[in-house]
T-cell receptor, first 114, second 111 residues
């Protein structure tokens, strides 16, 4: 059974700092890996999707890497802003279901302070 | 473009009652899923669908039924509500190997 772990569970940083969120998974037979953002009381917003054959994806200040063989992914946030405060969730999809069956980690709660 | 719409946003039920959580998407996505989110446990997949008329079980399907008669709609039915089903329920949709789009959730309390 796939298990996804995210470390740390919570993180508080000053504005402007670069930071890294970590995600690990136990079964390397994945279809893709996705990073989401969740604001309090809201649904999830997709940030980046990395196909199993890719090593990284970038969107603006965000960069996600994938090392499938070691079962690890990182989300790098450059020049953090207070608006980045949210919970960040990592999810992997199995090889069946067309990338639709996600297993989630429990998230990293990020607070960016002024 | 509404995206993924879930109704109701909040609901309180008594143990043993039944209800249907509604989910509709207007993006012509072929894949739809239901997840529940509980504190400390993350999101867990309940049921999913890879197209109209095709559904399958996820990790925690017991006590829930689904059907997919149209591409747009994927309702989740609670047959006989139990306190353990108190949770926040999210519906998601996507195309194959594309990012999933989530609704804003239904917060369900069962007394």
């Amino acid at each position: 059974k796939q298990e996804v772990t995210q470390i740390p569970a919570a993180l508080s940083v000053p504005e402007g700092e670069n930071l890294v969120l970590n995600c690990s998974f136990t079964d390397s037979a994945i279809y893709n890996l996705q990073w989401f953002r969740q604001d309090p009381g809201k649904g999830l917003t997709s940030l980046l999707l990395i196909q199993s054959s890719q090593r990284e994806q970038t969107s603006g200040r965000l960069n996600a890497s994938l090392d499938k063989s070691s079962g690890r992914s990182t989300l790098y946030i450059a020049a953090s802003q207070p608006g980045d405060s949210a919970t960040y969730l990592c999810a992997v999809s199995g090889v069946t279901g067309g990338g639709n069956k996600l297993t989630f980690g429990t998230g990293t709660q990020l607070k960016v302070e002024l | 473009n509404a995206g993924v719409t879930q109704t109701p946003k909040f609901q309180v039920l008594k143990t043993g009652q039944s209800m249907t959580l509604q989910c509709a998407q207007d993006m012509n996505h072929e894949y739809m899923s239901w997840y529940r989110q509980d504190p400390g446990m993350g999101l867990r997949l309940i049921h999913y669908s890879v197209g109209a008329g095709i559904t399958d079980q996820g990790e925690v399907p017991n006590g829930y039924n689904v059907s997919r008669s149209t591409t747009e709609d994927f309702p989740l039915r609670l047959l006989s509500a139990a306190p353990s089903q108190t949770s926040v329920y999210f519906c998601a949709s996507s195309n194959r190997n594309q990012p999933q789009h989530f609704g804003d959730g239904t917060r369900l309390s069962i007394l």
